[in-house]
């Protein structure tokens, strides 16, 4: 009896150390099944979820903080590209104007020039 006692005591206090179950990786799938965990994101332009780092057409230093990256996926005609970087809001669409592509309300533009691509944002 005392044995027995001994081991449920044992068994209770043991079960009282294991950490409760955390969250799975994976786990955290958005509105549209992209898991934010692994760094995925929905691109308006591929219609699926992408690693921004993998599915990029272009990376960029960013020019707000050159510790960030500006990725740019283009269409496949070209018409548009799909910017996602630290303070653009996300799904941010440009449209391609002269010299480069360029937001609806003309705030973000992505410009090209001799010395490459440049991301501005307009105040």
Not at 10 to 24: D, F, I, R
Request: hydrophobic fraction near 45%.
């Amino acid at each position: 009896m005392k044995n027995t006692f001994n081991a449920l005591v044992a068994a209770t206090a043991l079960s009282a150390c294991v950490a409760p179950s955390a969250p799975l990786v994976g786990g955290d799938l958005d509105t549209r099944g992209c898991i934010g965990s692994a760094g995925q994101s929905w691109s308006v332009l591929k219609q699926a979820c992408v690693q921004p780092w993998q599915a990029a057409d272009l990376k960029l230093d960013d020019p707000a903080d050159n510790t960030l990256a500006v990725y740019v996926i283009f269409s496949a005609d070209k018409a548009q590209a799909e910017i996602f970087a630290a303070d653009v809001p996300e799904n941010t669409v440009l449209d391609a104007v002269k010299g480069g592509y360029a937001s609806k309300d003309g705030n973000i533009r992505l410009q090209h020039s001799r010395q490459g691509w440049q991301l501005r944002r307009m105040p």
